[in-house]
């Protein structure tokens, strides 16, 4: 989601490679928020405008008069697809908040059309850099110091811009050299402003009668509003490379720069700069005889470590914030974006993980109730038969076959439009094993995440599994609680059968199916009787007011009708409302 990977290639030796002049100028007359005189009620303006243009393309996409020729689900695709490209574009226009929301909805496949997150996943920050006036004195009022006493020397040309902020590279008085990550200037004002509009939006969605079904808009609302805060804290994101950095000092393969916390506030975070080869770059890779295949490996483990052992990730794995160092360590940049697995849910997870070895859709399903993963409703069964044929399926091949892709599209294809309410988190750790598998296969062609995984995810499940004595003990408990039931069993059926004698039982069978057809032949009755009344009281009312003589007796028939087109229309209602059932 960002840009700040200070590389040595040459990709780097350009100061921000991925933008071209063309679309530093476009991003220029584009991004009007980033002008001082830009008015809050002009963003308000250009913020309901989109999503006002967004209902309207949502609406016409349901009815199928819109689409010429007819409309097919292929039509509604290619429409989709087109949409995607404005939503991304409008993101883009719209600025740091929109960007950064646009990039957490492309991990929500299970929200949004397959088109709309294939789109948001290729949106990159395209923003020109602030200029280094407004640097100098964000700096210089964090820390009520001249630059040139913080820093021996500062590079006016960021490395690189991205639209939270952008890096420069600097060397201490000390002979160190650093990276200092700089926040854009007004960032924190315009955020207020954004998600106070985008609160009102996601309430208009939730009240939606379609378009709130089986959706949580407040409740994503509140989750982006906590991982875009948290990205513009420095401070923490400080905090989050240091326990990452700890996590693995025992592993000289994985190398994280170190902090100056002296030269850190909310606005300002500076780190050691630690040059490397961007790990996408391939052919700099093979120039510096690196092993491309160790390397893949070397990304998953790191990953699955993060996840399985130390439950504290890295949210955002994209080859501009992971590099290679010439001796093959791989390099992480970038910690804004964390994930945490909380012991609670790594229980909660290792449950449905059983589940799934054990193909019992009961154990999965209720696992993920637990983990607040899916929303319990009425009538569960369609939702278990879902899991159960994802189960089936996911089974018929050996685990190390198994494309993690794969296994989370068809997660996000079965749970989209039904009550499932996926975690940010599980849609990071999903997004980042895509990531890391994507990123493996391309510095190895037969790469296979799964094979890599496999012994990891074994020795988590061994180290979860129950001890012999607790077995003992939960069989013990079983047992004792079997026995107590069979042994008040005879004496609860003895009632119950009394109870039915008495008549204090009564059961009722109730077909859904037979009482909607007879409420619907009753209807029809109705409506038959109160078409014949109207018809009467019409002919009869035309045909005293043709006979001059019987005006008021006409008047008094039209006044009758006006109860009867009340039933009429009530009648009408309680049909509609009948086949919603």
């Known amino acids: 989601m960002s840009a700040f990977s200070p590389q040595v290639n040459s990709a780097v030796a350009s100061k921000s490679s991925a933008t071209t002049a063309s679309q530093l100028e476009q991003a220029k007359s584009?991004?009007?928020?980033?002008?001082?005189?830009?008015?809050?009620?002009?963003?308000?303006?250009?913020?309901?405008?989109?999503?006002?243009?967004?209902?309207?393309?949502?609406?016409?996409?349901?009815?199928?008069?819109?689409?010429?020729?007819?409309?097919?689900?292929?039509?509604?695709?290619?429409?989709?697809?087109i949409q995607a490209r404005w939503i991304k574009e409008s993101f883009l226009e719209l600025g740091p908040t929109f960007i950064k929301v646009g990039q957490l909805f492309s991990t929500r496949a299970d929200l949004f059309p397959a088109e709309y997150v294939e789109e948001l996943s290729k949106l990159q920050d395209r923003v020109p850099a602030f200029s280094f006036e407004q640097t100098k004195k964000l700096i210089e009022e964090d820390f009520d110091k001249p630059l040139n006493e913080l820093f021996y020397s500062?590079?006016?040309?960021?490395?690189?811009?991205?639209?939270?902020?952008?890096?420069?590279?600097?060397?201490?008085?000390?002979?160190?050299?650093?990276?200092?990550?700089?926040?854009?200037?007004?960032?924190?004002q315009l955020f207020t402003v954004d998600l106070a509009i985008l609160k009102k939006i996601a309430f208009y969605f939730q009240n939606h009668?379609?378009?709130?079904?089986?959706?949580?808009?407040?409740?994503?609302?509140?989750?982006?509003?906590?991982?875009?805060?948290?990205?513009?804290?420095?401070?923490?994101?400080?905090?989050?490379?240091?326990?990452?950095?700890?996590?693995?000092?025992?592993?000289?393969?994985?190398?994280?720069?170190?902090?100056?916390?002296?030269?850190?506030?909310?606005?300002?975070?500076?780190?050691?700069?630690?040059?490397?080869?961007?790990?996408?770059?391939?052919?700099?890779?093979?120039?510096?005889?690196?092993?491309?295949?160790?390397?893949?490996?070397?990304?998953?483990?790191?990953?699955?470590?993060?996840?399985?052992?130390?439950?504290?990730?890295?949210?955002?794995?994209?080859?501009?914030?992971?590099?290679?160092?010439?001796?093959?360590?791989?390099?992480?940049?970038?910690?804004?974006?964390?994930?945490e697995i909380k012991a609670n849910v790594k229980e909660g997870l290792m449950e449905t993980m059983m589940g799934v070895t054990e193909k019992d859709a009961d154990r999965v399903v209720n696992s993920l109730v637990n983990l607040g993963a899916l929303q319990p409703t009425n009538d569960m069964g369609p939702v278990r038969r879902s899991v159960q044929f994802m189960l089936d399926n996911f089974m018929d091949k050996p685990f190390d076959a198994q494309s993690i892709t794969a296994i989370s599209d068809d997660l996000y294809e079965i749970a989209?439009?039904?009550?499932?309410?996926?975690?940010?988190?599980?849609?990071?750790?999903?997004?980042?094993?895509?990531?890391?598998?994507?990123?493996?296969?391309?510095?190895?062609?037969d790469f296979n995440f799964m094979a890599v995984a496999q012994p990891f995810a074994l020795q988590v499940m061994s180290e979860n599994l129950p001890s012999s004595s607790s077995i003992i003990d939960q069989l013990g408990k079983q047992a004792a609680q079997l026995g107590t039931s069979t042994l008040g069993l005879p004496r609860r059926i003895e009632d119950t059968i009394e109870r039915l004698d008495r008549g204090d039982i009564r059961i009722r069978v109730r077909s859904q199916e037979s009482d909607r057809l007879l409420r619907k032949i009753s209807g029809m009755q109705l409506a038959t009787n109160y078409t014949l009344i109207l018809c009467a009281l019409i002919l009869s009312a035309t045909l005293l007011f043709v006979n001059q003589s019987f005006i008021p007796a006409a008047v008094i028939g039209a006044i009758a009708l006006l109860p009867a087109g009340i039933l009429w229309r009530l009648l009408k209602r309680l049909d509609r409302y009948d086949r919603k059932l």
């Open 30 to 81: 584009a991004y009007r928020w980033n002008r001082g005189n830009y008015s809050k009620n002009r963003r308000r303006f250009d913020i309901w405008v989109f999503v006002l243009t967004l209902i309207f393309k949502l609406i016409r996409n349901s009815k199928k008069w819109t689409y010429r020729g007819g409309f097919t689900e292929e039509k509604l695709r290619d429409r989709q697809k």
């Open 154 to 188: 500062f590079d006016p040309t960021p490395l690189a811009a991205a639209s939270l902020g952008q890096v420069h590279k600097a060397q201490l008085h000390s002979g160190e050299e650093v990276v200092v990550k700089v926040q854009r200037p007004g960032l924190k």
């Open 209 to 339: 009668p379609r378009w709130g079904k089986n959706r949580d808009w407040l409740g994503i609302y509140e989750e982006c509003c906590r991982i875009l805060w948290q990205e513009v804290d420095y401070l923490r994101e400080g905090r989050s490379a240091d326990t990452f950095r700890r996590n693995f000092r025992n592993a000289n393969w994985v190398k994280v720069p170190k902090v100056f916390w002296r030269y850190a506030s909310p606005r300002v975070l500076t780190l050691e700069y630690m040059p490397g080869i961007k790990i996408s770059h391939y052919e700099a890779l093979d120039a510096a005889g690196l092993e491309r295949k160790e390397l893949a490996k070397l990304s998953a483990q790191a990953y699955l470590q993060q996840l399985l052992n130390d439950g504290f990730f890295h949210a955002d794995p994209h080859p501009g914030n992971l590099a290679v160092s010439p001796d093959g360590a791989l390099i992480f940049y970038d910690f804004g974006m964390m994930g």
């Open 416 to 445: 989209y439009d039904q009550p499932f309410r996926f975690p940010a988190t599980f849609t990071f750790v999903m997004r980042a094993f895509s990531t890391i598998e994507g990123v493996g296969k391309g510095l190895d062609p």
